[in-house]
């Protein structure tokens, strides 16, 4: 069995929908960059053309309803893309690459609410991932005042909530579950921050992980 190469300069960040990942990242990428680093920053489901049309297909709502192995399927097909047309190169040139979710929220959203196999998943993960991040940022916060933000910002912006975005409470309670029962399974990777915060505490705290975990590295 192959083992998940871990790549210390792939910071991840995960949570459900209005966990703040956008400001998060925005930070950690100010942070590297003041002390001279390559930063690249991506996202999942995209970070690639053909990946950014995977996520139309993932995330547009349609007629069609999307069987969650499709969903799956699809989702780790962008990833597999994002992998090896973006990241890699990222790293093998030295860079650090932050990215807005990874195959933690496989495990999370088609796994834990979907009721996909994890055993299932991690052989995806396994065979076309391959690889692990360095640190995982969890921005944890509950799911009502996670709603409520979506909902503000929806009214804010004229957005039109995505086919997942749409989904019940109850389904983002396991994809909250699932997502800290990835922290409890990794603990020395996943770092779990309180999300429920304002937007600069829950940044100063990421910023803080991120540094600690760079001298941790030296």
Do not use: N
């Amino acid at each position: 069995m192959t083992a998940l190469q871990t790549q210390p300069r792939l910071v991840t960040l995960e949570g459900g929908e209005g966990a703040g990942k956008s400001t998060v990242l925005r930070a950690l990428r100010d942070a590297l960059l003041a002390d001279g680093c390559e930063v690249v920053c991506t996202r999942e489901p995209g970070g690639t053309p053909l990946a950014e049309r995977i996520r139309s297909l993932l995330l547009d709502a349609g007629d069609e309803p999307v069987d969650p192995q499709a969903e799956l399927l699809l989702m780790f097909a962008a990833r597999a893309q994002h992998v090896r047309e973006l990241i890699l190169p990222a790293l093998v040139r030295g860079a650090w690459v932050l990215c807005d979710r990874f195959t933690d929220s496989s495990y999370a959203y088609q796994g834990a609410a979907r009721g996909m196999d994890m055993s299932f998943i991690a052989e995806l993960e396994r065979r076309v991932v391959g690889i692990a991040p360095g640190l995982t940022l969890l921005l944890d916060i509950d799911v009502a005042h996670a709603r409520q933000r979506t909902r503000g910002r929806e009214l804010l912006a004229g957005d039109v909530p995505d086919r997942i975005e749409r989904e019940r409470d109850e389904f983002f309670e396991r994809v909250r579950a699932g997502f800290l029962a990835r922290a409890a399974q990794f603990p020395e990777r996943v770092h779990v921050l309180d999300a429920g915060a304002d937007a600069a505490t829950v940044a100063a705290a990421a910023a803080a992980a991120l540094a600690g975990y760079r001298e941790a590295q030296t």
